[in-house]
């Protein structure tokens, strides 16, 4: 039986049987969700890898991450002298901080500790609870299923539809303050070209804004496609009993699937190319920056 209140999560970190691979995937997924760019892994099946698990940035400077998932608490000597050898790791690939990833329990006093090992290197520690915390947010439940196979519960499913419906009012919201200084700018275009037009007879061409009504509807529409793709992902995986939900959330999301079908055809869902889905996903992730969010919001 599954333990309650976020127990399973942290006992599956601490009782880590993965391998090493599973554990360096793991950190570089949340590193990347979590502030870091540019996330490249060194050798997660094995291999020389210059004291480094991988190399990433953040903040516009180079770090390196170390990833230390053993099986079971370890104490705190052992825990602290990898963090010691991890920072040798700074020094020599020349960058500025460290992410260290850990499935260890820290106290407040151990986390300080080993923050302040060396005070000229920056360090960043993901230990137990932070990642169990993580993992336990509806962001995360993906990652959580694919790398601890904890499928969400019925009223983590309700939280996670909850928490895309509050998105979808925040980026309404986006939209009507876009609409308004979008129309001011029109405004202040036309009066603009008029100004320009009275003081020189010759002909200049400007190239005219999009509308708000086409990034809309452009945004909704590949919002939509990402959507579906996703869909029949998780379609596959409860039809081959990988993955369950909720018989009522399910038929709402299988509704919603045959209204994108026909809205826009069956034929024009994918399968997509790896270039066809890059470009969807470039041009979401483009429209939803024009509307507000941050680049790189994929989420649906």
Known sequence: MRRREGEETWHRLLEWDRGQAASERLAATILSSNG???VDPSHPLGGKDGL???VLSYQGQKWIGAVYFPRGQQDFTTIKQKVVHDIEGVKKNHAHGLAFVTNQEL???ERTALSEINPEIDVQLYHLERIATLLNT???YGIRMEFLDIEMSKEEQLSFFATQNQKISTLQAEM???TIGLENFKIFHQLKQTKELAENE?????????SIEEIVEASGEFLEKVWFNRHLVLKYRIETGKESVDPEIWKGALNSAQKVIEKYGE???GPYSDFEW???NGKLSALRWVLGEDWDMLDT
């Open 52 to 54: 480094k698990d991988m």
């Open 138 to 140: 509806p962001s995360f």
């Open 278 to 280: 890059g470009m969807i």
């Open 107 to 109: 106290r407040l006093s």
């Open 176 to 178: 009507e303050k876009l």
């Open 36 to 38: 870091f760019q540019n």
């Open 202 to 210: 010759d002909d200049f061409y400007v190239e005219e804004p999009r």
């Open 267 to 269: 034929e024009n869902l």
